[in-house]
């Protein structure tokens, strides 16, 4: 064999010495691929989690300002909006603050809420309730779509609700205590959004 042969055969040798050693090192290098694998799994996670209770930790820093701003009653915020507003507008201006329009479900919550609205908005205010016959006249939702199991309208003089079709949406009056009248969801009106806080 002359030298050129020998140089060859020397880096076909080369090549093949060089190709095992890089199977090798892939076979080892597998081993540890899975375990970085499931170690950036896991800390993935871990960043997920610290978004979501970072999220939670907003959340409540938001509910604890309207709370601050509002009132607080029976493990809800109340925040007062005193801007006269459809109903419809009303409602999405609460829903994208992170609540809805107020829903007394109790009677000692509508009579706080009444006390609260005639100190924040004024004695002679009404303000939109999320409750409303739309869909169905005559069966009074909350805004999930759920039948309102507590009801205060006014029953003595006016016999309330007493709209029909043109009057689809709550009213909390001021002016009467506190009692509900049915009001056209075109009429301007002031607000209170409620938020959950428990």
């Not at 925040?79 to 507008?89: E, G, I, W």
């Not at 409303?132 to 939702?141: A, L, S, Y």
Request: proline share 2%.
């Amino acid at each position: 064999m002359d030298a050129r042969g020998v140089c060859w055969m020397f880096c076909l040798i080369l090549l093949a010495h060089c190709a095992e050693q890089q199977t090798s090192t892939k076979k080892r290098n597998g081993k540890k691929d899975s375990t970085n694998s499931a170690a950036i799994e896991e800390l993935k996670q871990q960043v997920n989690d610290i978004i979501q209770e970072l999220n939670l930790l907003k959340e409540q820093q938001a509910l604890q300002t309207v709370c601050l701003r509002g009132t607080k009653i029976l493990g809800k915020c109340f925040l007062a909006d005193p801007v006269k507003k459809n109903f419809h507008a009303a409602s999405d201006d609460c829903i994208a603050k992170g609540g809805s329009l107020s829903t007394p479900v109790t009677g000692d919550e509508n009579d706080q809420l009444y006390n609260y609205v005639r100190q924040s908005i004024g004695p002679e205010e009404h303000i939109w309730l999320g409750v409303n016959d739309m869909v169905t006249d005559g069966q009074w939702v909350d805004q999930s779509g759920s039948n309102v199991r507590f009801k205060n309208w006014e029953t003595e003089i006016t016999l309330q609700p007493d709209g029909g079709r043109t009057q689809n949406c709550a009213i909390l009056s001021t002016t009467a205590n506190g009692k509900w009248f049915d009001e056209n969801c075109r009429a301007e009106k002031a607000s209170v959004c409620e938020f959950n806080i428990v």
